[in-house]
């Protein structure tokens, strides 16, 4: 089953920026597609999402040389190549791009052409793309983690916190994690709505707030848990997304909602007290990614009871996890497809979070397409996470809604743990899959 042909074309993500579409199209006629994702907020380690940078030209956000790369270097690189060498066929790209960070052919380019190549291999051997991807040894459906509220990057900083997020934890099946999170995201919605402190829809489909400070959404968060009926810290937990690299100039932390700052050891104070006054489960880049003494300070006091996730610190590449696994800064990962830039490394990456007894955390972008893949690619790895956005919005939808068919054609071989996926923070040797 080799590749006759790969094509590319320009579409548009959920913010209604350019990305590429990417069709890979085998001797046989079978096609795969590949849509890839965007970030707003992205880490200075991430690969390079390549774009044209003519601001006459949508505002300088086309793909046009990203495409032509696909069309000519790349398809020129694969033709004739067997779909089913996914490793090979992701390293030749990389060779041929010849950096670290992907900037000459651009990530989104190499990752678009890996996506579609394992489209469509599972298309050939007619099986869902999880089984494909994990080699028939994918069941575990993961636990979600969903915004209720969106600030930072993501909500035109109307918090500087970037995500307040729930997780039922207390859920028994993947389907009530859903119940629960419906509830609780209209709750919401209504407690902010009666204050007056609801703008719209953030990036990510989370309610856009209107506060004062970066702690009173907590108090909106709670009361929304109470009204939906729930006990905060029993059935369901705060997550929080700090994008502390956007707060940090180098030497302090600043909240512009509050117009404070603070020293890198009374920026770890706040994010302690935090965890100790609210019923936080998880804290995702509470540091900056270049703060390693306050990762490895945070995680010395919380990191036996919190999930303490390193995005912008690692752009899920090996390199960056090999370091913060030696230096214990972290105990989870985020992983994103697109910070990488590969379908290959983005299993490595996870395969090695999970050989070091930490918790990966597949994820979405904010500039998300309709495309399921990231569904997928948590069933097959057994990630035991998902974090898409938000309870509304279509791209956001599908994700949860795939799961929902992922778990129906799994049946009765289909796990859910819930939020025993934390009992690996405690105690990995508690954690079977």
């Not at 999402?49 to 003519?54: A, F, N, P, T, V």
């Not at 090979?88 to 380019?109: H, V, Y």
């Not at 890996?114 to 991807?133: D, H, I, R, W």
């Not at 790895?381 to 956001?396: D, I, M, P, W």
């Amino acid at each position: 089953m080799k590749i006759k042909e790969i094509d590319a074309y320009q579409i548009y993500d959920s913010r209604g920026f350019p990305t590429l579409e990417v069709e890979v199209i085998l001797e046989n006629g079978i096609k795969g597609y590949g849509l890839v994702p965007s970030g707003a907020s992205t880490g200075q380690f991430e690969a390079l999402e390549l774009r044209d940078g003519d601001k006459e030209v949508f505002r300088g956000k086309s793909v046009f040389k990203a495409i032509e790369n696909v069309k000519t270097l790349i398809a020129e690189a694969l033709k004739g190549v067997s779909v089913f060498e996914q490793e090979q066929i992701d390293k030749t790209m990389i060779e041929l791009d010849g950096t670290t960070n992907k900037s000459n052919l651009g990530a989104n380019a190499i990752l678009g052409v890996s996506m579609a190549v394992a489209n469509t291999a599972a298309n050939v051997k007619g099986v869902p793309l999880y089984e494909y991807l994990g080699n028939g040894e994918g069941h575990l459906i993961p636990l979600n983690e969903i915004q209720i509220l969106g600030g930072g990057a993501h909500a035109a900083w109307a918090t500087d916190i970037q995500d307040y997020l729930v997780i039922a934890t207390g859920a028994k099946t993947y389907e009530e994690t859903l119940e629960m999170t419906h509830n609780i995201y209209h709750a919401a919605g209504e407690v902010m709505k009666a204050r007056g402190k609801c703008v719209g829809i953030a990036d990510e489909g989370g309610w856009w707030p209107d506060y004062e400070t970066n702690e009173e959404p907590f108090d909106v968060f709670l009361e929304a848990v109470e009204k939906a009926g729930y006990i905060a810290g029993k059935d369901v937990a705060i997550s929080l997304d700090i994008a502390a690299s956007d707060l940090f100039d180098g030497e302090k932390y600043r909240f512009r909602l509050d117009n404070k700052e603070f020293t890198p050891d009374e920026f770890c104070d706040l994010m302690i007290a935090w965890c100790e006054k609210y019923p936080i489960i998880s804290i995702e880049d509470p540091f900056a990614d270049t703060d390693f003494k306050s990762w490895k300070r945070f995680m010395e006091v919380c990191g036996n009871k919190v999930q303490v996730i390193g995005d912008d610190l690692f752009t899920t590449n090996i390199e960056r996890i090999k370091e913060g696994i030696a230096n214990e800064l972290a105990n989870s990962v985020l992983i994103k497809l697109n910070q990488i830039g590969s379908v290959t490394e983005t299993i490595q990456a996870i395969k090695l979070t999970q050989s070091a007894g930490w918790l990966p955390v597949v994820s979405a972008r904010s500039g998300e397409t309709e495309d399921a893949f990231i569904s997928h690619l948590a069933v097959a790895t057994n990630a035991g996470q998902l974090k898409v956005g938000s309870f509304a919005r279509s791209e956001r939808m599908v994700k949860w809604n795939e799961n929902i068919r992922i778990q129906r054609s799994l049946g009765d071989k289909a796990t859910f743990i819930g939020g025993k996926i934390y009992d690996i923070i405690l105690e990995p040797e508690l954690l079977k899959v």
